[in-house]
């Protein structure tokens, strides 16, 4: 079974540029998960999909990022204009929602520099 | 709010040997799941182990087993027989209902 693809692995940036990252989740998989990880910190979910619809976005910076996932498969997201503070690895993860204890599967992540 | 916290940034251990890293939460839910994750250089993350909040017993996978200890919010991980390999970042979560919530992890050093 392939796991949750995720491109590109690495992107730099300058700030106030625009960058889009994609993952496409494991297949079968309706929910997909985009997780920001700062370096010497836990992931920190952004936005959470149930095919293609949104669950919970609380945590996404609406005025700067933005997320679709508009055929319930792969997903895109996308940060405009970026901020120095946007540095990070983004991970994507999806979860089939029936299993019992719905385990998350992470992709390899973006790692994000903007200078 | 749901917290996670680990208060070992940073743990070593000899090949071989035993180590035992920390974490605690904080919740007022009664039923929800606890998650240990590994996360290599590489940067993927991968479950290591799992603990229903309901069940009473300890989970063990292989060389690696909980402490549960829900009265307490205590969910510690123990690696036994130490190998290279398990060095990495290692990260404690909750996830009730379905949103996981990551503590700040603890990089685990082996030692030949």
Redesign the interface.
């Known amino acids: 079974e392939a796991g949750v693809a995720q491109s590109p692995r690495y992107k730099i940036i300058e700030k106030r540029q625009s960058v889009a990252f994609w993952c496409n989740p494991i297949s079968g998989h309706a929910t997909l998960y985009w997780y920001q990880q700062i370096l010497g910190q836990g992931p920190k979910l952004l936005i959470q999909f149930q095919n293609n619809g949104v669950v919970d976005d609380s945590q996404l910076p609406k005025d700067r990022f933005s997320a679709e996932r508009l055929k319930g498969v792969d997903s895109t997201l996308k940060i405009q204009p970026a901020k120095l503070e946007d540095s990070a690895v983004y991970l994507c993860a999806s979860s089939n929602t029936s299993g019992p204890s719905y385990e998350q599967y992470f992709g390899p992540g973006t790692r994000l520099t903007v200078t | 709010a749901q917290t ?1 916290t680990q208060s070992q940034p940073e743990m070593s251990v000899q090949e071989a040997e035993t180590v035992t890293l920390s974490c605690t939460y904080d919740t007022s839910e009664s039923d929800y ?1 606890l998650f240990w ?1 590994k996360q290599p250089p ?6 290591v182990i ?1 603990q ?1 909040a309901y069940k009473q017993q300890n989970a063990t996978e292989n060389r690696f087993s909980v402490n549960f200890q829900k009265a307490a919010k205590s969910f510690s991980l123990k690696i036994s027989d130490s190998q290279l390999g398990d060095a990495a970042m290692y ?1 404690c ?1 909750y ?1 009730s209902p ?8 603890t990089r685990l050093q082996v030692f030949p």
């Open positions: 996670v799941y994750y590489s940067r993927q993350m991968i479950l799992r229903e990260f979560a996830r379905w949103k996981l919530i990551f503590g700040t992890g």
